[in-house]
């Protein structure tokens, strides 16, 4: 760059006292862009005239810098073209520049200067830009919600500041208080209406792979769950279902007690247990708890012996890794160059290369172990409809998912339970009753006899702890799906507020929808004293606990068979911890907690000097805060 206006000048100081001693007085506008022992860069409003003053005071020995020059640097060559020096008094040099700035000349010699200026400039640029950009797009964010008419069709919005994330933060840190107090201006799909409008759609519609694809593809793997059309994930949740036989949940009744019972005579978590001591308390962090016996019993159970046999440090690293590609960031922002991304990434090769081998060693008749009950050994017999077996790596994939979506799930599920037990004690000594009724061996303490599939089904008690904790706690609180085809609202859903009447919202293709159970279980104009944990409201045949449960699981009323055999529809309920339709999932859960639940009960007491924690909503399952530790006392000697 030669000739032309100048944008920026660069002034040179030499031999000037180092130490931050120069001030500048500039009696126009003008920024000092940079400062270091021997330049100031000055930006300059381009084609004006510009005065300045430099001031260069004494230095840092209280001697006048005398030798202090100002003026032109040439570029990189240190030399100095001199400014005019209109005054100086001992103490001072003060320099005046009175020319026009516009009309001094480039020389070529400049160029590494000006190229250094061209870079600052640049940087400024985008530091604007980046400071400029969101300030802008906020702005006319703000002005599309308030300005630009909507089509009477289109739902209301809820009003935000921050394009794209909208009311994400808000909704994030307690959807419960997000929605009640935006249930005025969204009324789409809250409540049982908005759960059945959403969740007993079709899935050409409201479809759940646009929805949570990006999250749980790079989790479980390719070709399953919501990486595949649904019919065909309709087809694998068949496969499922079938390895969940009665058989099998019968096996694994005994499997998962045992399981709890190991866990308690060896963790050290529970040493004061294992003293044999029945006034000591001892106390253990819930989620730990539980989320170990969680993996321990999941994968004794429906995992298979080489799970089980492979829960070491590595099998819970790479858990960790790959769990932590399961957060509320990763469904915002799918890819990121992050380390938690890559160790997701890296994870979810391993873990599915360490299913795939087992599964290679299982078809060739190799392995040791008793597979009969797992479900690995029940997916390896399975065929679509179309005639083709379940690849390796299918396999492997189900079993990330399955172990993923159960993990969190019921770990956050039976902590809750654990805690509310622990806060009532009256329902915990019922539930305690319940076994001793049932399963009491001769009137003998802490003699019971092992706990059966049949027998799970009527613990009244233990059914209505489950229940509620679901209720109150639904691990997920919010069911989203990806609207496929413009779909109007019932308008006795919502409606716009139209003066003649008349008129629907439309759902946009490309939009989302949500569904809340968390919001419908704790509706206070359905539930009495909603937030309240009362086991005891399920005991009421005629109550609106049983008749929400009798909506989710009528035996005898509307059944649907989405692919997987039939199941209640259950999509106009209240209550739908599990989801409704075709995505609803329960079996395995309620008889893995139910066991859980019981073995513990059944040696253990509970008090809590903490009271019930808040919940987290920050993870993707919500949790409770801490603290959330659990006193615990042996009921029994052995
Ligand atoms: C208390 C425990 C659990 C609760 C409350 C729960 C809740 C749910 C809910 C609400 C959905 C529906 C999501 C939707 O419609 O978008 C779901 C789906 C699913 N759950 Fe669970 N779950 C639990 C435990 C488990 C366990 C133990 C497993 C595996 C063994 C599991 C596997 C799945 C799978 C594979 C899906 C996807 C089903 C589909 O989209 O069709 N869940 N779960």
């Not at 050409?204 to 929805?211: I, L, M, P, Y």
């Not at 290369?353 to 392995?367: A, H, N, P, T």
């Not at 770990?411 to 622990?422: E, F, K, R, Y």
Request: aromatic letters at 10%; hydrophobic letters at 35%.
């Amino acid at each position: 760059m030669s000739g032309g206006k100048w944008d920026h000048l660069v002034l040179l100081y030499q031999e000037c006292a180092t130490q931050g001693s120069i001030a500048m007085h500039l009696p126009h506008k003008g920024l000092l862009r940079y400062e270091d022992h021997h330049r100031l860069l000055l930006e300059m409003q381009h084609g004006d005239r510009w005065h300045f003053l430099l001031s260069l005071k004494r230095d840092l020995r209280g001697e006048p810098q005398e030798g202090a020059q100002l003026g032109w640097t040439r570029a990189n060559t240190m030399e100095v073209e001199p400014l005019e020096r209109r005054s100086a008094n001992g103490e001072f040099s003060s320099y005046v520049y009175p020319r026009d700035f516009g009309s001094i000349p480039v020389p070529d010699a400049w160029a590494g200067y000006l190229s250094q200026v061209q870079e600052i400039a640049s940087t400024r640029v985008i530091l604007i830009a980046f400071i400029n950009i969101p300030l802008v797009a906020i702005v006319l964010n703000i002005l599309w919600q308030l300005l630009v008419p909507r089509a009477k069709t289109d739902p209301p919005v809820v009003f935000h500041w921050i394009p794209i994330v909208g009311s994400a933060i808000e909704y994030g840190n307690d959807p419960m208080k997000f929605f009640v107090t935006c249930q005025a201006k969204v009324t789409v799909c809250l409540g049982p209406k908005g759960n059945n409008f959403v969740l007993g759609g079709k899935s050409t519609v409201f479809n759940a792979e646009d929805a949570y694809t990006h999250l749980t593809t790079p989790v479980f793997g390719h070709d399953v769950v919501y990486d595949v059309p649904n019919e065909i994930f309709m087809e694998q949740k068949k496969f499922v279902k079938f390895g969940l036989s009665t058989d099998n949940l019968r096996a694994y009744v005994g499997m998962i007690e045992q399981e709890v019972e190991d866990f308690l005579r060896n963790d050290l978590s529970l040493s004061t247990y294992q003293q044999n001591d029945v006034t000591a308390w001892g106390s253990f962090e819930s989620v730990k708890m539980l989320s170990e016996i969680t993996i321990l019993t999941a994968s004794r159970t429906l995992q298979g012996s080489e799970v089980r046999g492979s829960l070491n440090k590595s099998f819970a690293d790479t858990y960790t890794d790959l769990d932590g590609g399961f957060t509320p960031i990763n469904f915002m922002f799918p890819n990121l160059p992050l380390e938690s991304y890559r160790k997701r990434d890296r994870a979810q090769k391993k873990m599915s290369d360490f299913y795939v081998e087992f599964i290679k060693r299982r078809r060739s008749g190799g392995g040791s172990g008793q597979h009969e009950h797992d479900m690995i050994s029940a997916l390896l017999d399975q065929k679509y409809r179309s005639g083709r077996s379940l690849p390796d790596h299918e396999i492997a994939h189900i079993m990330i998912a399955l172990l993923m979506a159960g993990q969190h799930t019921s770990s956050a599920t039976g902590s809750w339970a654990l805690l509310h037990l622990a806060d009532k004690p009256d329902v915990a000594e019922a539930l305690y009753q319940e076994q001793l009724k049932h399963f009491g061996v001769n009137g003998r303490p802490g003699k019971f006899r092992p706990l059966t599939h049949e027998d799970m089904r009527d613990l009244p008690v233990l059914d209505s702890v489950i229940r509620e904790t679901l209720r109150v706690h639904p691990p997920i609180h919010s069911i989203m799906r990806g609207v496929r085809d413009d779909v109007p609202v019932p308008t006795t859903l919502a409606a716009p507020s139209s003066k003649s009447g008349s008129g629907s919202y439309i759902v946009p293709k490309g939009h989302y929808v949500l569904a809340s159970p968390l919001f419908s279980q704790k509706d206070p104009k359905i539930w009495r004293n909603a937030d309240a944990w009362d086991p005891y409201r399920w005991n009421d045949p005629e109550g609106v606990a049983m008749m929400a449960l009798k909506e989710y699981s009528d035996e005898t009323g509307e059944k649907i068979d989405f692919g997987f055999g039939a199941v209640s529809k259950g999509t106009d309920s209240p209550y739908q911890p599990f989801g409704a339709g075709r995505h609803r999932y329960y079996q395995f859960a309620y008889l893995q907690l139910g066991t859980i639940i019981a073995t513990l009960i059944r040696k253990l007491e509970f008090k809590t000097t903490t009271g019930i924690p808040e919940h987290n909503y920050h993870t993707m399952i919500t949790m409770p805060k801490t603290p959330r530790d659990i006193h615990y006392r042996r009921r029994h000697f052995d």
